[in-house]
């Protein structure tokens, strides 16, 4: 099964409201989690990085009380898009990497298989 | 800050036939690593290879091989006995020690049967 998955895979929402999405690893312990922004027919935009218990750490030009990463357990990352605006409308990419439940540390990342959100 | 250059936004090769995508990187560090993902209409990133900027050996997965050019800071993806499934985008990527991944531009491939 995957890795990481992500929920919803898609979703629609009002201008003006918030919305979260959940990036879950199973088997494996997320210590460091990375979430990407992919606009139609673009590369894969890095948003922020986030460490298990610790704040995210923000790209550039990335509004943090706009986008807000919550990474509380070894197994869960959110990312809230909040006030929802057009311009958010884009593809959410979460990724992984830490060490497997039951078997050691690996330095692969793990993608998750994205969030459509489409704000109207 | 590293950056990640793919010149081809489009490529396409036959059935059975082989095809190099390209891929420039530019960073001032020793130690990185360097992806080739495939991402098909499903979105989903799919890992194709990897190499440690440490190897001199170039990697090789199957049909999948790389040409890593350190000095030249070129690692081109070679693609023998195009598949239909391998039709998809390429995204070359760049991971330094730090932990940062960075994506290039991608590159269409098509394949024509």
């Known amino acids: 099964g995957a890795v990481v998955s992500q929920h919803p895979s898609w979703v629609i929402c009002k201008s003006g409201t918030s919305v979260k999405i959940e990036c879950r690893s199973l088997d494996f312990q997320a210590t460091t989690m990375f979430w990407y922004r992919q606009f139609p027919k673009q590369s894969l935009m890095l948003m922020a990085t986030?460490?298990?218990?610790?704040?995210?750490?923000?790209e550039q030009g990335v509004e943090k009380d706009k986008f807000l990463i919550n990474h509380a357990s070894l197994t869960l990352s959110t990312l809230t898009v909040t006030s929802a605006h057009p311009e958010d409308s884009s593809f959410y990419i979460c990724?992984?990497?830490?060490?497997?439940?039951?078997?050691?540390?690996?330095?692969?990342?793990?993608f998750g298989p994205g969030t459509r959100l489409t704000v109207l | 800050a590293q950056t990640v250059t793919q010149s081809q936004p489009e490529m396409s090769v036959q059935e059975a036939e082989t095809v190099t995508l390209s891929c420039t990187y530019d960073?001032?560090?020793?130690?990185?690593?360097l992806f080739w993902y495939k991402q098909p209409p499903s979105r989903q990133m799919i890992l194709v290879i990897r190499q440690e900027a440490y190897k001199q050996q170039n990697a090789t997965e199957n049909r999948f091989s790389v040409n890593f050019q350190k000095a030249a800071k070129s690692f081109s993806l070679k693609i023998s006995d195009s598949q239909l499934g391998d039709a998809a985008m390429y995204f070359c990527a760049y991971r330094s020690a730090n932990n940062d991944m960075r994506f290039g531009a991608g590159t269409r491939l098509t394949v024509k049967p």
């Open positions: 986030s460490n298990e218990g610790s704040k995210a750490t923000y």
């Open positions: 990724s992984a990497r830490g060490r497997w439940t039951v078997g050691g540390r690996t330095d692969t990342q793990y």
């Open positions: 960073t001032s560090e020793s130690d990185y690593y």
